[in-house]
C-alpha cells in the first residue's frame, strides 16, 4: 500500500483522521524534509526517507521502491496532496505497477487554510495560479493570469516569490491591473497554522510592493470582495 497524504498547513488539529491513520499504519514515511518534520510526534519507530527542496522525483520513486517491495508506504504532501502536490506524480511512476495499491489521502490546501485565517474570500468562484515557474513557463503563467483576472476570478497564488523571483509577484499584480481596480481586496498570509503565522489585507495597488516569499499565499479579491470588520469577504450574492 502506498498511500499519498495531505497533512493540511502541518498542524495537527488540521489534518483528516484518515491522514493521521495512514501515517500511524505505514512501516515508512516519506516526503520532503520540512513537511516530514511537521509530523514527527506520528513517525516514531518508523523508517523515515527524506529529500530536501527539488528531490520531488527522488523520493517519489523511493516511495515506490517501498511499495513495490511489499512495505506500507506513507508519502507525505503538505496541503492537499492532489492539490500541486505529489500525488500525480507517483501515480505516473507506478504506471507499470498495479499490484501496487494506492490511495489519495486529501488535505486541506492553503487556499482554504488561508481564506479562513482571512476571513471568507472563496465564497464566489476563485481561481487558484502559482507564479512558480519551475515546472511552467512563465509565458503561460501570463496567459493564465490574464485570463482569471478579466473573467473577475478571485485568485489565490502559490509561490508568489523566492531569492530568484523577487519581482514575479509585481509582474503578476501588473497583469491584474489591467483588469482590476487598484483598490481590490487583497490579503497574505504566512506559516498558515506555523509558528510565526502572519496575515494581512491590502490593496492590489500595494500589494505590488509587498515581500513574499514561498511560505506566503496571496488572496486577490473580485470587484465585489470587501473588508467587514477586518475580515477579507467576498459576497456571493445572497440578499439579506
Same mark, same amino acid.
Given at each position: 500500500? =502506498?498511500?499519498?497524504?495531505?497533512?493540511?498547513?502541518?498542524?495537527?488539529?488540521?489534518?483528516?483522521?484518515?491522514?493521521?491513520?495512514?501515517?500511524?499504519?505505514?512501516?515508512?514515511?516519506?516526503?520532503?524534509?520540512?513537511?516530514?518534520?511537521?509530523?514527527?510526534?506520528?513517525?516514531?519507530?518508523?523508517?523515515?526517507?527524506? %529529500?530536501?527542496?527539488?528531490?520531488?522525483? *527522488?523520493?517519489?520513486?523511493?516511495?515506490?521502491?517501498?511499495?513495490?517491495?511489499?512495505?506500507?508506504?506513507?508519502?507525505?504532501?503538505?496541503? !492537499?496532496?492532489?492539490?500541486?502536490?505529489?500525488?500525480?506524480?507517483?501515480?505516473?511512476? &507506478? *504506471?507499470?505497477?498495479? *499490484?501496487?495499491?494506492?490511495?489519495?489521502?486529501?488535505?486541506?490546501?492553503?487556499?482554504?487554510?488561508?481564506?479562513?485565517?482571512?476571513?471568507?474570500? &472563496?465564497?464566489? !468562484?476563485?481561481?487558484?495560479?502559482?507564479?512558480?515557474?519551475? =515546472?511552467?513557463?512563465?509565458? =503561460?503563467?501570463?496567459?493564465?493570469?490574464?485570463?482569471?483576472?478579466?473573467?473577475?476570478?478571485?485568485?489565490?497564488?502559490?509561490?508568489?516569490?523566492?531569492?530568484?523571483?523577487?519581482?514575479?509577484?509585481?509582474?503578476?499584480?501588473?497583469?491584474?491591473?489591467?483588469?482590476?481596480?487598484?483598490?481590490?481586496?487583497?490579503?497574505?498570509?504566512?506559516?498558515?497554522?506555523?509558528?510565526? *503565522?502572519?496575515?494581512?489585507? %491590502?490593496?492590489?495597488?500595494?500589494?505590488?510592493?509587498?515581500?513574499?516569499?514561498?511560505? %506566503?499565499?496571496?488572496?486577490?479579491?473580485?470587484?465585489?470582495?470587501?473588508?467587514?470588520?477586518?475580515?477579507?469577504?467576498?459576497?456571493?450574492?445572497?440578499?439579506?
Amino acid at each position: 500500500m =502506498l498511500s499519498i497524504v495531505g497533512i493540511g498547513p502541518g498542524g495537527y488539529d488540521d489534518m483528516t483522521v484518515r491522514a493521521v491513520n495512514a501515517i500511524k499504519n505505514a512501516d515508512v514515511i516519506t516526503g520532503y524534509k520540512l513537511y516530514v518534520d511537521l509530523v514527527r510526534d506520528l513517525t516514531g519507530g518508523k523508517e523515515v526517507f527524506c %529529500t530536501e527542496m527539488r528531490g520531488e522525483v *527522488e523520493r517519489c520513486k523511493k516511495a515506490a521502491e517501498f511499495a513495490i517491495s511489499g512495505k506500507n508506504v506513507a508519502l507525505i504532501s503538505s496541503g !492537499d496532496a492532489g492539490i500541486y502536490g505529489m500525488a500525480g506524480l507517483v501515480l505516473k511512476i &507506478l *504506471e507499470d505497477h498495479p *499490484e501496487v495499491e494506492t490511495e489519495v489521502i486529501p488535505g486541506v490546501s492553503a487556499c482554504q487554510s488561508g481564506g479562513a485565517v482571512l476571513g471568507a474570500p &472563496l465564497v464566489h !468562484d476563485f481561481a487558484v495560479i502559482s507564479l512558480s515557474n519551475l =515546472l511552467t513557463p512563465w509565458s =503561460l503563467i501570463e496567459k493564465r493570469l490574464e485570463a482569471a483576472a478579466s473573467a473577475d476570478f478571485v485568485i489565490v497564488l502559490y509561490n508568489p516569490g523566492s531569492h530568484k523571483r523577487k519581482d514575479y509577484l509585481s509582474r503578476a499584480c501588473d497583469i491584474m491591473l489591467r483588469h482590476k481596480s487598484p483598490e481590490t481586496v487583497c490579503g497574505l498570509v504566512k506559516n498558515i497554522s506555523r509558528d510565526g *503565522e502572519t496575515s494581512s489585507i %491590502t490593496t492590489l495597488e500595494r500589494l505590488k510592493s509587498t515581500p513574499v516569499d514561498m511560505l %506566503t499565499t496571496v488572496f486577490v479579491g473580485n470587484s465585489q470582495t470587501t473588508v467587514i470588520n477586518g475580515k477579507m469577504v467576498t459576497p456571493r450574492g445572497y440578499r439579506i
